[in-house]
């Protein structure tokens, strides 16, 4: 059992040794515009949701769903998000191929997350993603806003998507 027990130890820590020496050697690709693999993408995701569902529980959207509340989001939203995120009539180019790990473009793909984490991600950011943390630059408020918009952006009244069709 404990030549089994060393064996394994060994066999770990050259695989430990391999990628450390394959990272040292610049053998990993850094390119922001690669296609990262799905593998990465799901080990990636699952994390973030996670994390998110761990920092937000407890959090309830303050905001109902009004017409003034998702337009204001809205608002927010193509002022602040959309330079990364795009709009239904303008994707992203740069956030959909330039980021590693792409921006998610929320008008072609609506977020799997709830206000509550949405709002946690706007406010603290999400490490080694390009998404910055906002708090300082708005107030809890807008930040609400704009996770009540998104949250709802699959699902948005006529005269808000009408607004969400029209370039800035």
């Known amino acids: 059992m404990k030549k089994v027990v060393v064996s394994a130890l060994l066999v770990f820590g050259c695989i430990l040794l391999l990628l450390a020496a394959s990272l040292r ?85 609506r977020p799997k997350l709830s206000a509550p984490e949405m709002f946690v991600a706007i406010k603290q950011g999400i490490r080694y993603t390009g998404m910055g943390a906002w708090e300082g630059m708005l107030s809890e408020e807008e930040m609400w806003k704009v996770a009540t918009f998104l949250e709802h952006i699959g699902s948005l009244p006529p005269e808000v998507e009408a607004e969400f069709q029209k370039n800035q």
């Open 25 to 109: 050697l610049g053998w990993w690709p850094v390119a922001a515009t690669a296609t990262p693999p799905a593998w990465k993408n799901r080990f990636a995701q699952a994390a973030l949701h996670a994390s998110l569902s761990r920092e937000s529980a407890g959090l309830t959207n303050p905001l109902q769903p009004s017409d003034d509340v998702l337009f204001d989001g809205l608002k927010i939203f193509k002022s602040n998000c959309a330079g990364c995120h795009g709009t239904r009539s303008q994707p992203s180019q740069w956030g959909a191929r330039g980021f590693y790990p792409r921006v998610p473009q929320f008008a072609d793909e």
